[in-house]
């Protein structure tokens, strides 16, 4: 299974970006659709951005389309989230995700291999 680590996270102010990236470990990293999911204080887990293993069909969540920008670099076994127009309801611990659907999934329970989580904080 492969093992996730994501970076990138911070303190921003409405409006500002921040690119988070995620490192999988592995030889086979493009077999598998990656995920980017966020969990506020209090919520669930919610679906943000997803991206099939060849990095060529990409699904986001209406409340980021537009903003955010999901990309993978399989010959360096990563994956991103360029993050723009940051809002306060933006702030969560966001994580990135597996899938061996590797046409990648909106469900959290096609997931099986779960980074330990980067916090994005917005706020002025």
């Known amino acids: 299974q492969v093992q996730l680590v994501e970076s990138g996270g911070g303190l921003v102010q409405p409006g500002d970006s921040l690119r988070l990236s995620c490192a999988g470990s592995?030889?086979?990293?493009?077999?598998?659709?990656m995920g980017w999911f966020r969990q506020a204080p209090g919520k669930e887990r919610e679906f943000v951005a997803a991206i099939d293993g060849i990095g060529r069909n990409t699904g986001y969540a209406d409340s980021v389309k537009g903003r955010f920008t999901i990309s993978r670099d399989n010959a360096r076994n990563m994956l991103f989230l360029q993050m723009n127009s940051l809002q306060p309801e933006d702030t969560a611990v966001y994580y990135c995700?597996?899938?061996?659907?590797?046409?990648?999934?909106?469900?959290?329970?096609?997931?099986?291999?779960w980074g330990q989580g980067t916090q994005v904080t917005v706020s002025s």
């Open positions: 592995g030889r086979t990293f493009s077999h598998y659709g």
């Open positions: 995700a597996a899938s061996r659907l590797v046409k990648g999934s909106r469900s959290k329970d096609d997931f099986g291999a």
